[in-house]
């Protein structure tokens, strides 16, 4: 009885004793910066933390060591103690599909390898003392080469090594971790460069070790990768220093501890992960072939990509191609950036569509910097010959100022295109207003004023600037109304595009039908007096509310506006002419309008006014003369001035969709006499 109380008794202390004995023999190392311990060969501790235990050396070894001897056993006949550590290791090679050799977690009697060989011997054991008892060594090695004499499994194993490198084959197994969601283990790569954690755990009472393997971060896995009974008492002595090895061979390899934790009898604390240093970046050297695959695909999309943003670019450029040459940039302020122009009128949509006519298309547009409404125009030409000139004479027009003229801002020019830059006018074209039944009617007033304005305008283009501007082509449909409806000429000096570098064969008569003056059809020569007799027939027009030539309607035969209008003067009912649409007007200013239309409009150009003493004339500062030869019917003096003036009349039969255009297209119609 008391015998088995001393036993007890005895029991307790040896329990105590061996309590006392854990105190210092754990330890946790969260990178090994400033870490006590004891190296050699390659081994170091890098800068950021990482124990690196060989360095890119062919045939070298590394150590480290806890520097000081733990106790393994209470005494030399009791059991070894349990134990448990868990580290995280990296193997980075210079190639992506090989290395050398490994890392092992050794417990070993001694700190001197010197007699130890590097490369398959992991700096532990070399050809003579492999496999022999008296080693007292104890290892667990991460294996990355298969070395048949060794009896390896494979180039990529976790083992158990007892005083040697013989691999057993219940203590040896593919690097893999058990992952409890299906069951299985998982292969892992060694030296895949990533981080792995390696938990080693010895219980003495069973006298079993286990070793657990886990990808970086993922928690320890349930069931070990190895579970091996093996009875460490006649192996381990009583007190036993612990470390790691490494070894390269002929592929240059860093092996990495990244953290280290150990307790002796209990479970190592958890290492913090997050705090472990980072590895260096891997660079493969056969990764020239993974480099030069990857650089042919980055090559090829950037290719690709060069080549889409090219297209891209060259289809903007052809999109917003300009024609520039040396002799305009003295017109810079004048010119615009299709660009700008493609931007204003939002890409040219039809939304923005102002009017179609001979000369083109014009789009409303907004210039995106001052915020101003422009209308532009779109021309087409194929001549490049004489542009120089034109343009000359477009920017050197976009002088002019005046209030009846609409404002000519600018131009920009492209392959078989001009564009001309207007102000916009938000009325519209007055051929809208006489001749369309949706637009209110003018009253006598707001005409007799855009008449006033009209004549202005074409006034100061013959005589109020610097040099001789011939419109070529006035008619209701190019006086534009502005907001507060004065009548603007729009489209002047245009018609001078046609003059130049066309066809000797072909002569461009240029103006609408209706319009032209006998000797312009028949000589092709544009005066100031060409510009009186159009001017003439848009005042019947404004008074008349008819266009110039009425197409045949319930009549079989066209009218001839101003032939109409000449007859009812003669038989002394001019008034008769007047728009039915005006209900009140002041009749002597009709008259006058009647009269000097008909003035105008004369068949012989020395009897028509200037524009000069038409202004006079509508100003009341002068009287209108008497039309001379007023008995006569002008188609046939114009007959008589010209004979081919029916023929051409009849010849190109006019019809209403050559000329009666409704829109206000501020464009004009191009005849062609050949
Ligand atoms: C490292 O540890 C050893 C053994 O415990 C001790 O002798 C030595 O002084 C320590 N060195 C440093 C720098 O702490
Ligand atoms: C290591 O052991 C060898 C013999 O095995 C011996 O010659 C050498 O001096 C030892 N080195 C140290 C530092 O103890
Ligand atoms: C084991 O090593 C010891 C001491 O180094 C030596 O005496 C013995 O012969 C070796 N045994 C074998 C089988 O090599
Ligand atoms: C492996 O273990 C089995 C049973 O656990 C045993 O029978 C066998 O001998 C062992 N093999 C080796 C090489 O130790
Ligand atoms: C794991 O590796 C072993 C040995 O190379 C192989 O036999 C096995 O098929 C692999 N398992 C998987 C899931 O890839
Ligand atoms: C070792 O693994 C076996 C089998 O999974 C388990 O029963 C045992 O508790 C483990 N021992 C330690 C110390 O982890
Ligand atoms: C373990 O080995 C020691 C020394 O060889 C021996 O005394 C002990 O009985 C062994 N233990 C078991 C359980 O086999």
Redesign the pocket.
Same mark, same amino acid.
């Given at each position: 009885m008391q015998n088995r109380h001393l036993r007890v008794l005895l029991w307790i202390l040896i329990v105590e004793l061996a309590a006392s004995s854990e105190v210092g023999d754990k330890f946790i190392f969260n990178g090994f910066t400033g870490a006590n311990l004891s190296l050699d060969g390659a081994a170091s501790i890098t800068q950021n933390g990482l124990l690196r235990l060989t360095r890119d050396v062919k045939q070298e070894m590394g150590h480290a060591f806890f520097p000081k001897r733990l106790p393994f056993r209470q005494s030399p006949e009791g059991n070894i103690f349990s134990f448990s550590t868990t580290f995280v290791f990296a193997i980075l090679s210079e190639y992506s599909h090989l290395s050398g050799h490994g890392i092992t977690f050794f417990i070993s009697p001694t700190m001197n390898f010197s007699k130890a060989t590097a490369s398959q011997y992991f700096g532990l054991f070399n050809l003579? !003392?492999n496999? !022999?008892?008296? !080693?007292h060594i104890v290892a667990v090695e991460l294996d990355t080469i298969q070395n048949t004499e060794l009896h390896d499994i494979d180039d990529n194993h976790v083992g158990i090594d007892i005083n040697g490198l013989m691999s057993n084959i219940n203590a040896s197994r593919h690097a893999s971790y058990f992952d409890s969601l299906t069951g299985k283990f998982n292969n892992l790569s060694l030296i895949s460069g990533d981080p792995m954690q390696v938990w080693v755990d010895y219980e003495g009472g069973k006298m079993q070790m286990n070793v657990t393997l886990s990808p970086f971060k993922e928690a320890k896995p349930e069931k070990p990768l190895l579970s091996l009974v093996v009875n460490l008492s006649s192996i381990l002595r009583d007190s036993m220093y612990i470390g790691f090895s490494s070894s390269t061979g002929s592929v240059l390899t860093s092996h990495y501890v990244l953290g280290w934790s150990f307790k002796m009898n209990g479970m190592a604390e958890a290492l913090d992960l997050s705090s472990l240093p980072s590895l260096p970046k891997v660079n493969f050297k056969d990764r020239p072939r993974y480099l030069a695959t990857w650089l042919t695909v980055a090559a090829s999309v950037a290719l690709l990509i060069i080549v889409a943003v090219a297209i891209f670019m060259v289809k903007r450029r052809i999109k917003f191609a300009e024609l520039v040459e040396d002799w305009e940039l003295q017109y810079g302020p004048q010119r615009f950036s299709y660009k700008t122009l493609f931007n204003a009128t939002k890409g040219f949509k039809d939304k923005e569509l102002l009017g179609i006519g001979g000369f083109g298309r014009v789009y409303k547009g907004v210039l995106p910097k001052c915020n101003t409404e422009v209308a532009v125009k779109r021309v087409s030409h194929e001549t490049r010959q004489g542009m120089k000139e034109f343009i000359a004479e477009i920017v050197s027009l976009g002088r002019l100022r005046h209030r009846n003229l609409v404002q000519l801002l600018g131009y920009c020019r492209r392959k078989r295109e001009l564009l001309l830059i207007y102000d916009y006018m938000p009325n519209g074209s007055l051929d809208k207003f006489l001749h369309c039944q949706d637009k209110p009617a003018l009253n006598w007033a707001q005409r007799f004023h855009i008449i006033k304005g009209v004549a202005s305008g074409l006034d100061y283009l013959h005589e109020g600037w610097e040099q001789v501007v011939i419109h070529r082509d006035i008619k209701a449909n190019n006086v534009l109304l502005d907001s507060e409806l004065n009548g603007r000429l729009g489209d002047f000096g245009l018609a001078r595009l046609y003059d130049h570098g066309t066809d000797p064969q072909t002569t461009h008569i240029v103006g609408t039908m209706g319009y032209l003056s006998p000797e312009l059809t028949r000589t092709g020569r544009a005066t100031t007096l060409t510009d009186v007799f159009a001017f003439g027939i848009f005042l019947l027009e404004v008074a008349c509310g008819r266009r110039p030539i009425e197409p045949k309607s319930q009549a079989n035969n066209q009218i001839i506006l101003v032939d109409w209008v000449v007859e009812n003067w003669q038989r002394g009912t001019i008034l008769d002419t007047i728009d039915p649409r005006l209900k009140e007007y002041i009749a002597n200013e009709v008259e006058l309008v009647l009269k000097l239309g008909l003035l105008c409009s004369h068949p012989f150009p020395a009897s028509r006014p200037s524009m000069r003493q038409v202004v006079q004339y509508l100003n009341g500062d002068a009287p209108l003369p008497q039309i001379p030869l007023a008995h006569l019917n002008f188609s046939f003096l114009a007959m008589q001035q010209n004979e081919g003036f029916d023929e051409y009349v009849s010849s190109y039969p006019i019809s209403s969709t050559t000329y009666s255009r409704s829109g206000d297209d501020q464009s004009a119609l191009i005849v062609e006499v050949f």
């Open positions: 003579e !003392n496999g !022999n008892t008296s !080693n």
